[in-house]
């Protein structure tokens, strides 16, 4: 009907508003440790599971576009990471067992680890040593996952875009880096 509100207007208006909220939760010095320990890295390695491991996925492609070597793990090509290596682990609850699995095999490589997660306190954080907070929370009215890969996902593009003018990349660049298909 004409001139009515549609329901995901309202839905829409509240995630994104619930997503600025937690952005503005995030420590900018942990951010930019975040971004250092990139930068500082030999090879970039992103780990998540479902809905948070799209995002991840998200962010690698992203990544490579600036000329980072980054890989996926569980992909047929991705080598196994080493101690000049970051592993950047992604699990809004932080107990997720595949992520969490990866975690335990990459600190008995003595990989360097960091998780992103709305749980300080669980198995991925103690795990990885360091942890990025994505304060989300439980989600509240938002099922699931909904509000943590929401801010997540703006997060990690808020950082490519951050890293790219750290590094003075230019768009031209990243797009001669773009997949051919």
Known sequence: MTGMNDPMQAHARDLLESTAKCLEGIDPAAAAHFRRQ????????????????YVARCFAMRLMHLGFPVHVVGEATAPAPTHQDLLLLFSGTGETLSTCEVASRAAD???????????????????????LVIPAGEGGRFPLGTLFESVLFAFLDASVLALKDEMKVKDDEMSARHALG
């Open 38 to 53: 990139i930068c500082d890295a030999r090879h970039v390695f992103v780990a998540g599971a479902g809905r948070t491991g």
């Open 109 to 131: 490589r003595h990989v360097p680890m960091q998780a992103v997660t709305a749980n300080p306190e669980s198995r991925l954080a103690r795990t990885a040593g360091t942890s």
